[in-house]
Structures are given as structure tokens and as C-alpha cells.
């Protein structure tokens, strides 16, 4: 039963942490993704920019990466849709 409880305790704290991401920015010109610091994946930034920016018939170029003012943890990368 114990095991269980901790279980359970560790999919709470997980699925918490989701729920805690900063939105990102978008529009038809451009997207700024939060990305966590000590968890990311510049790879996938990077196809979720470029296809939010396909969507406009356009492609993604990255444009400069800023810390939330905040937080340590949360940054987030810009890319322009040119």
C-alpha cells in the first residue's frame, strides 16, 4: 500500500509541474516557447516553431532566447515566421 501512496504522490507532483508552464506566445508573425531549463529539447522547440509558422506558409527562423523575469527555471526561445 505504501508503494502505491508514493506512487501516486510522485504522478501528482508530475503532472502539477505541466500544469505550472508559462503559455506560449504566438501569432502570425512569430512564437516564443517556454521551455524549462533543466528539461529541454532544443530539437523539438524547434519543430513546434516550425510548425506553428508552416501553418502560415511560412518557415521558422530562430530569433534570440530570454529569461522570464520571475523565475531562474523558466526561459523561452523566439523565432519569427519569415
Keep these: 500500500m505504501r508503494v ?3 506512487g501516486l504522490l510522485v ?3 508530475a503532472v ?4 505550472n508552464t508559462p503559455p506560449a ?7 516564443s ?3 524549462d531549463l533543466w528539461d529541454y529539447n532544443p530539437v523539438a522547440l524547434d519543430a513546434e516553431a516550425r ?3 508552416e501553418g502560415f506558409g511560412r518557415s521558422a527562423k530562430y ?3 530570454t529569461t522570464e523575469g520571475k523565475s ?6 523566439h523565432y519569427e515566421c519569415v
Design 11 to 13: 504522478a501528482g507532483l
Design 33 to 35: 516557447l517556454p521551455y
Design 72 to 77: 531562474v527555471r523558466w526561459r523561452y526561445r
Design 63 to 65: 530569433v534570440s532566447e
Design 25 to 31: 506566445t504566438t501569432s502570425e508573425r512569430g512564437i
Design 16 to 19: 502539477s509541474g505541466c500544469a
Design 51 to 53: 510548425r506553428h509558422c
Design 4 to 6: 502505491l501512496s508514493i
